[in-house]
């Protein structure tokens, strides 16, 4: 079993981390702190690709074994939020089930350990600022969908 002290510096690296990539940091803590989502504009460390829960969904599900970033989930308005490379943007256009936000949107965010209002980290942020691979989330997103090698092999 798990020492729970090892998963709450996870937490804490990720929350850090993705309270840095706001402007003001303490009011992203302040939120948390009081049970509230913090919103984070996108820009200068990520942008966000968002994409309705039930298509997102079977595309994380193919993504499952590969390298990948941050993704928040919000069952209740049936969205997923993929965090990606700030000039991810073309590389994700011809992707008719996502929408790219420009920077400065603001993505409402949980913290890392725990769900608020229903949103929650279906991959949570690693403290060390690894974000999705657009050319992944294409291919996952695609008409064939992205599969791993014993996918494709079986």
């Excluded at 590969?66 to 989930?73: I, K």
Aim: hydrophobic letters at 45%; glycine letters at 8%.
């Amino acid at each position: 079993m798990a020492h729970p002290m090892r998963f709450a510096a996870l937490y804490e690296a990720g929350d850090t981390w993705l309270a840095e990539c706001s402007e003001h940091p303490d009011l992203v803590r302040a939120a948390w702190d009081e049970e509230i989502l913090a919103p984070i504009a996108s820009g200068e460390h990520w942008l966000v690709a968002e994409s309705s829960l039930t298509q997102g969904w079977p595309a994380a599900s193919r993504l499952r074994d590969s390298p990948h970033g941050p993704v928040l989930a919000d069952p209740d308005a049936n969205k997923m939020f993929w965090l990606v490379a700030p000039d991810a943007a073309e590389e994700l256009v011809d992707v008719q089930r996502l929408v790219v936000h420009p920077a400065g949107w603001p993505l409402s965010c949980p913290p890392t350990g725990w769900q608020l209002d229903g949103r929650f980290w279906l991959w949570r942020p690693d403290g060390k600022g690894h974000l999705n691979d657009p050319a992944l989330i294409a291919a996952a997103f695609g008409p064939g969908g992205y599969r791993t090698e014993a996918e494709a092999r079986a």
